[in-house]
């Protein structure tokens, strides 16, 4: 890995900060926040595409956006209550958490959403997608209890893997 993308702040401003690994040194700021905002969860596509959120201080957590940025650093879309974003291994899928608690695909290139509508995803459940962007797994309630779930996204069958958090599929570069 060259690079690790972050949130910094810089001058009592939030700013999301691509950081070269190899020199030990900020390589390029991507985005800086207003003075009464605060950004989390920056992530970043293999094809240049950022999303994160961003928080206006002193609001609810409800009123967040989800923004994505373009390759070339202009707005993209801008997405009320939009949560927990990952990218796909092609960077061409996006999936987020919508305010209303539901697991979102947005495919950016040609810009299909499509909303699923599954059991046990609550406001703070986390997403992962495998490489083949045919599978999704996330931690959701079931029977009061934090499981993993595995959902086939072309069929959307699911699979209950057992009690668990954050899932995290590791791709092989």
Same mark, same amino acid.
């Given at each position: 890995?060259?690079?690790?993308?972050?949130?910094?702040? +810089?001058?009592?401003?939030?700013?999301v900060i691509l950081y070269?690994?190899?020199?030990?040194?900020l390589s390029q700021i991507?985005?800086?926040?207003?003075?009464?905002?605060?950004?989390?969860?920056?992530?970043?596509?293999?094809? =240049?595409?950022?999303? +994160? !959120? %961003?928080?206006?201080? $002193?609001? *609810? +957590?409800?009123?967040?956006?989800?923004?994505?940025?373009?390759?070339? $650093?202009? %707005? =993209?879309?801008?997405?009320? =209550? $939009?949560?927990?974003?990952?990218?796909?291994? /092609? #960077? /061409?899928?996006?999936?987020?958490? *919508?305010?209303? #608690? @539901?697991?979102?695909?947005? @495919?950016? !290139? @040609?810009?299909?959403?499509?909303?699923?509508?599954?059991? &046990?995803?609550?406001?703070?459940?986390?997403?992962?997608?495998? *490489?083949?962007?045919?599978?999704?797994?996330?931690n959701g309630v079931v *029977?009061?209890?934090?499981?993993?779930?595995?959902?086939?996204? @072309?069929?959307?069958?699911?699979?209950?893997? &057992? !009690? =668990?958090?954050?899932? /995290?599929?590791?791709?092989? /570069?």
């Amino acid at each position: 890995m060259d690079n690790l993308i972050l949130t910094d702040t +810089f001058i009592d401003t939030e700013a999301v900060i691509l950081y070269d690994m190899k020199k030990c040194s900020l390589s390029q700021i991507l985005y800086t926040a207003g003075e009464d905002s605060t950004i989390e969860d920056p992530v970043l596509s293999q094809n =240049g595409y950022l999303a +994160f !959120e %961003q928080y206006k201080i $002193g609001r *609810d +957590f409800s009123e967040n956006e989800l923004i994505v940025l373009n390759p070339d $650093g202009t %707005q =993209g879309v801008s997405i009320l =209550g $939009g949560k927990n974003p990952i990218w796909s291994k /092609n #960077g /061409n899928l996006l999936i987020y958490i *919508d305010k209303n #608690g @539901n697991i979102v695909s947005h @495919n950016i !290139e @040609n810009d299909k959403i499509s909303v699923l509508s599954i059991m &046990g995803v609550a406001w703070d459940t986390m997403t992962s997608i495998s *490489d083949d962007e045919q599978y999704l797994i996330y931690n959701g309630v079931v *029977d009061e209890k934090m499981t993993l779930v595995l959902l086939d996204l @072309n069929t959307l069958d699911y699979q209950l893997l &057992g !009690e =668990g958090y954050y899932p /995290n599929w590791r791709w092989d /570069n």
